[in-house]
């Protein structure tokens, strides 16, 4: 599995063995290149200078390729079956991971996840560990740029409100950035931390008036995020947090839209 972007991801360039645990089986080995790159000074070395146009800057490619270590017993037809968006999703798990464990080794808040949806190419396929990592396959097919399109014009016109926020006309509330960040860490698996976020969201809505329909669901996030302080988070949470993200996005659009 593999995919590029046209931005550097972050971490450096090399292969990595990603496992859930140091004494656990291999999962699958990470490797991450950089393609294109224009050479850089020395740190340092570059002065201001004076320029009369702004000509684009070249920009890298970084590619991430996910080489699972499971033997094939017959390539082609695990191909022509695979269910790929299965597999890219498992792929960008991997590489979120591996993000995450970048940000917080290099103590960086700025580096970000990635999604299908900033890929500029998407290629699954099989061959050997050396020649996937080098962009070689025995097989390979290269999906469809994932486009989400235009958005549809609706009562939210995500838009005019970009402009509204940005042009200070619409102040944004603290909780939608914390509710986002809920919702990420539950698509990626992390409950611990999306029961955290859910805490302090749940109370700066509650806080505010027009949501006190989201009061039923203020003990079971207490209590979500209680269990991941201790270290423990059984499976009925996920479930909780679940429903009460639902329901903060729900009324966070109702008050975007002034109901």
Same mark, same amino acid.
């Given at each position: 599995?593999?995919?590029?972007?046209?931005?550097?991801?972050?971490?450096?360039?090399?292969?990595?063995?990603?496992?859930?645990?140091?004494?656990?089986?291999?999962?699958?080995?990470?490797?991450?290149?950089?393609?294109?790159?224009?050479?850089?000074?020395?740190?340092?070395?570059?002065?201001?200078?004076?320029?009369?146009?702004?000509?684009?800057?070249?920009?890298?490619?970084?590619? %991430? #390729?996910?080489?699972?270590? #499971?033997? =094939?017993?017959?390539?082609?037809?695990?191909?022509?079956?695979? +269910?790929? +968006? %299965?597999?890219?999703?498992? %792929?960008?798990?991997?590489?979120?991971?591996? =993000?995450?464990?970048?940000? &917080? &080794?290099?103590? +960086?808040?700025?580096?970000?996840?990635?999604?299908?949806?900033?890929? =500029?190419?998407?290629?699954?396929?099989?061959?050997?560990? +050396?020649?996937?990592?080098?962009?070689?396959?025995?097989?390979?097919?290269?999906?469809?740029?994932?486009? #989400?399109?235009?958005?549809?014009?609706?009562?939210?016109?995500?838009?005019?409100?970009?402009?509204?926020?940005?042009?200070?006309?619409? $102040?944004?509330?603290?909780?939608?950035?914390?509710?986002?960040?809920?919702?990420?860490?539950?698509?990626?698996?992390?409950?611990? $931390?999306?029961? =955290?976020?859910?805490?302090?969201?749940?109370? &700066?809505?509650?806080?505010?008036?027009?949501?006190?329909?989201?009061?039923?669901?203020?003990?079971?996030?207490?209590?979500?995020?209680?269990?991941?302080?201790?270290? %423990?988070?059984?499976?009925?949470?996920?479930?909780?947090?679940?429903?009460?993200? #639902?329901?903060?996005?729900?009324?966070?659009?109702?008050?975007?839209?002034? &109901?």
């Amino acid at each position: 599995m593999q995919l590029e972007f046209g931005f550097l991801l972050g971490p450096p360039d090399g292969r990595y063995i990603v496992r859930p645990t140091a004494d656990a089986l291999v999962e699958s080995v990470l490797v991450l290149s950089t393609l294109g790159a224009p050479q850089r000074a020395r740190l340092g070395a570059r002065r201001s200078r004076a320029v009369d146009d702004a000509e684009p800057e070249p920009v890298p490619t970084s590619r %991430a #390729t996910v080489v699972s270590v #499971t033997t =094939l017993s017959s390539p082609a037809s695990w191909l022509a079956g695979v +269910d790929l +968006d %299965a597999e890219v999703a498992s %792929a960008l798990s991997v590489l979120n991971r591996s =993000l995450r464990a970048h940000r &917080a &080794a290099a103590a +960086d808040p700025y580096v970000s996840e990635v999604s299908r949806e900033r890929a =500029l190419v998407v290629r699954v396929g099989y061959g050997s560990g +050396d020649e996937v990592a080098d962009g070689r396959f025995g097989e390979a097919v290269e999906l469809p740029r994932f486009a #989400t399109g235009r958005v549809k014009r609706s009562m939210e016109a995500p838009e005019e409100r970009f402009a509204a926020l940005l042009g200070g006309r619409e $102040e944004l509330h603290p909780a939608e950035e914390l509710v986002l960040r809920a919702r990420a860490d539950l698509n990626a698996g992390r409950p611990a $931390e999306a029961a =955290l976020q859910c805490r302090v969201a749940i109370e &700066a809505l509650l806080a505010a008036p027009g949501a006190d329909e989201l009061s039923s669901h203020r003990d079971a996030v207490a209590a979500a995020a209680n269990a991941a302080l201790s270290g %423990a988070m059984p499976g009925k949470h996920a479930a909780v947090l679940e429903e009460a993200v #639902t329901a903060m996005e729900r009324a966070l659009k109702r008050r975007r839209l002034g &109901a």
